[in-house]
């Protein structure tokens, strides 16, 4: 099984490491970090972990809660034989002075109304044009 891991964080938990490329974000000053590889595999598990990350910042503002840093862990894997997905799990750590319990509400938010994870549950057609 081929096997792909990511981490994107923005804010305080923003990752500072020679091996993280950095890109704008919509959301905060100081961008977004990604660290991963560049192969098919960690830009598929990269997609949903992007999105999670900048719905926390949007649903954050739209509840009128202080996000300080978010950073999303997200790791999935392929059949190597068929490259059937076998998944992908995410984790998302937030820092804010906002209690626990309305941070655990945005992210089951979050999770439910979050796009690309919304469109790969889904299922998908690919073609070549």
Known sequence: MAHFVVTVGAGT???TSETAVHFPHRWTDEG???EAAF????LWVLAPAGCVLNDVYREAAGMGLEIDGVLVSATGGLDEDTWQSTGISYAVEIDSPEDPEVLDE???TV???AEIPKA?????TVRRV
């Open 111 to 113: 999770d439910s109304v």
């Open 39 to 42: 192969t098919g595999g960690h």
């Open 120 to 124: 790969l549950r889904t299922g998908t």
């Open 106 to 108: 945005l992210v089951a």
């Open 13 to 15: 938990l923003r990752p």
């Open 32 to 34: 977004v970090g990604v």
